[in-house]
């Protein structure tokens, strides 16, 4: 019998051998992978288009801001790899590229996380998705920091060039204003200092069970979002005092961040500055039926197993989207919309039916009522 006490030092040798081996190819090819980016801002865009809906401005500047990071990046990482032998962390370190951070300003639910989630995986990057509340809540930057950086680490496999080369989304950026957190005993001032060193590029030493791996945010790519509420108030009463007319998110300026609470240091950092619109009943009714990460198309899918043809009728797209737009959380509310509409039939239905099942703006309103 063969079990694990009974298998030889020698074994035991070449499977760890082995592992690490593996380990060192996944590293290289992870590291090979951004060192040849090679997709276009419009490549990038068209396929972040198959999952997310509108917001045609917003990705274009995105894209655009992606693509050329990791472009920059991966070139001046192959420049470095050459003089430097081959050595990845050493050319981690002797490279200097200059970064423009997004800032994301949009209403919730209109796709602010998502993007960010779908353009790193597009980019084929480590990802991360860190809620600013959490330092309103306690007031500052500390242990954070090296929090973020950990979770860096784990979106990247363990691996640690990967995970500096990663993107980190920080959420409810809007939070951390002074303004904001007036009111309590905090100074958002502090926090979003301590958020500028994060920004800047610390260097955190991260203890892994018996490791002690370095880890740096100089080439992380920052996105910062929130939702800004009073901003277009801001705009709107300076533009209304310097004769200013049009659209507020062609004259936003970082003033207008200050002016709502943000440190101009920090907002200096994030020189792409992005507004994401408002989802139309339009844009949600896309979203149920063209986004690739549609509830309603992955549902249609399911019950095609059971040989029934899910259909919605475009009232009840229509109806579903204004359901959903009056719940305020764009296009957050659709899934769950969704679920409660088709619950009783996904029940019901496999087993039951097979061939069409049409769905119209009645059965939507009676399941929702
Ligand atoms: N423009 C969009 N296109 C496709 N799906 C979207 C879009 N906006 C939001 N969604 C869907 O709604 C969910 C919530 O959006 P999210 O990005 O978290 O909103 P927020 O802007 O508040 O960060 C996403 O996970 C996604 O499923
Ligand atoms: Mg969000």
């Known amino acids: 019998m063969y079990t694990h006490e009974g298998m030889s030092d020698r074994s035991r040798q070449r499977i760890k051998d082995k592992i690490e081996l593996l380990r060192e190819e996944q590293t290289m090819e992870a590291v090979q992978e951004i060192i040849e980016f090679d997709k276009t801002p419009a490549q990038l865009k068209a396929a972040m288009d198959q999952f997310i809906i509108g917001q045609e401005k917003g990705k274009k500047i995105i894209s655009t801001a992606i693509a050329f990071h990791y472009k920059r990046l991966g070139g001046a990482l192959k420049k470095a790899l050459a003089e430097n032998e081959g050595d990845i962390d050493l050319a981690l370190r002797n490279t200097k590229t200059p970064r423009a951070n997004v800032l994301m300003i949009g209403p919730s639910g209109c796709g602010k996380t998502y993007t960010s989630e779908v353009t790193s995986r597009l980019a084929g990057v480590a990802f991360v998705h860190e809620d600013m509340t959490r330092f309103s809540e306690v007031g500052y930057?500390?242990?954070?920091?090296?929090?973020?950086?950990?979770?860096?680490?784990?979106?990247?496999?363990?691996?640690?060039?990967?995970?500096?080369?990663?993107?980190?989304?920080?959420?409810?950026?809007?939070?951390?204003?002074?303004?904001?957190?007036?009111?309590?005993d905090v100074s958002g001032r502090g926090v979003q200092k301590g958020l500028l060193h994060l920004v800047d590029g610390t260097e955190n030493t991260v203890q892994i069970g018996k490791e002690r791996i370095t880890l740096s945010t100089r080439h992380v790519f920052f996105i910062a979002g929130g939702a800004f509420e009073n901003l277009r108030g801001l705009v709107g009463q300076r533009m209304a005092r310097q004769g200013f007319q049009g659209d507020w998110r062609d004259h936003l300026l970082t003033d207008d961040l200050v002016a709502f609470g943000m440190e101009r240091q920090l907002m200096g950092r994030f020189p792409v500055k992005v507004v994401y619109d408002q989802l139309t009943t339009r844009d949600l009714k896309d979203i149920m039926t063209r986004s690739a990460d549609s509830v309603l198309l992955a549902y249609s899918n399911d019950l095609k197993a059971w040989s029934i043809d899910l259909e919605f009728t475009d009232d009840a797209l229509t109806e579903v989207a204004r359901c959903a737009e009056r719940e305020g959380t764009g296009a957050r509310g659709l899934i769950s919309i969704i679920h409660r509409v088709l619950l009783e039939d996904m029940y019901r239905l496999p087993g039951n039916h097979t061939g069409p099942f049409v769905v119209d703006v009645n059965d939507v309103r009676e399941r929702l009522g």
Not at 156 to 168: D, F, T
């Open 141 to 184: 930057v500390g242990q954070d920091a090296t929090d973020i950086l950990v979770d860096l680490l784990m979106a990247a496999g363990g691996n640690a060039q990967v995970a500096q080369m990663g993107i980190v989304y920080l959420d409810e950026i809007d939070k951390i204003a002074s303004e904001m957190m007036a009111f309590k």
